[in-house]
């Protein structure tokens, strides 16, 4: 599956030719001026989405539409300061690797990259969850021709306890936590909250807008992160409190969520504590 939109024409892009479904570094390199042949509509509604992050990307990687919520995320203060520029123009190398890595292999697949968790730290400087998906953009008329790709990542606010409450999902944040170290299975969760597997992924995605395995790792990350920065305790006994296999499997997963080792977040975030 892939979106179908209208090719920006630019100044040189006669010359060139069509990238392929692998988008092929001959595409247009100019700036788009019309994307969507509803651009106008799509961008004015996402401007109303405070909590999600979007944009368009062509095949370089270069940002050619973004909203408002992208721009702050960026800590720039206008949409200019955006377009055209590249993702290691706009954030830490860590963060701009993943970005790339993620394009690349929607640019290499030719299919979209769904509900990816991200930890992100949000304009205000805390630290939020994110989902994030990219689909792959086709030429109009030629699916085959891929000519860049869009992104939303939307913010996963913590849910109220009212809404917890309302879905019978007290039972599973109670069980999550209280049994962090062990390893936790979606049935055992579907178990304690009296329902079907199919039944507790509905109402997870629902509260918390995403899966119970994704919960619970991001239960597990969210404790390691607190830990690294309040305590004095070893990398090793850290992933054992927080159920993670050993250190180098939560070495692994906390810096593909996090874009930060376990040793580099405790020492950037203990020094903004000091």
């Known amino acids: 599956m892939s979106c179908t939109i209208r090719p920006a024409m630019t100044s040189d892009s006669s010359n060139s030719a069509k990238p392929s479904r692998s988008a092929s570094a001959d595409a247009p390199p100019g700036m788009a001026q019309q994307v969507f042949a509803c651009q106008d509509e799509l961008l004015a509604l996402f401007e109303t989405l405070i909590n999600v992050m979007f944009c368009v990307k062509d095949v370089h990687g270069r940002y050619i539409e973004v909203n408002s919520a992208f721009v702050r995320r960026t800590g720039n203060a206008s949409k200019r300061e955006v377009i055209g520029r590249f993702a290691a ?54 699916p085959a021709t891929l000519i860049g790709l869009v992104s939303v990542s939307r913010d996963l606010q913590t849910p109220s306890e009212e809404n917890i409450a309302l879905e019978s999902l007290q039972s599973v944040v109670r069980h999550v936590r209280e ?14 909250a009296a329902c079907s597997e199919g039944q507790l992924e509905r109402r997870m995605r629902k509260v918390f807008g995403q899966s119970a395995q994704q919960y619970v790792l991001r239960v597990r990350v969210e404790s390691a992160a607190r830990m690294l920065v309040e305590t004095k305790d070893s990398l090793a006994d850290i992933a054992g409190a927080c159920g993670f296999y050993d250190q180098s499997d939560f070495t692994k997963r906390f810096a593909r969520l996090t874009n930060e080792t376990p040793a580099q977040f405790r020492s950037n975030h203990q020094r903004m504590v000091d």
């Open 179 to 192: 049994r962090l170290a062990q390893p936790i299975r979606v049935a055992d969760l579907a178990e304690v």
């Open 89 to 142: 123009d706009l954030f830490i190398a860590e963060l701009a690797e993943r970005y790339d890595e993620q394009d690349r292999e929607v640019f290499a697949s030719g299919k979209p990259l769904r509900d990816q968790l991200e930890l992100i730290r949000r304009p205000d400087g805390a630290l939020g969850w994110y989902l994030t998906t990219k689909i792959p953009v086709s030429g109009e008329g030629d």
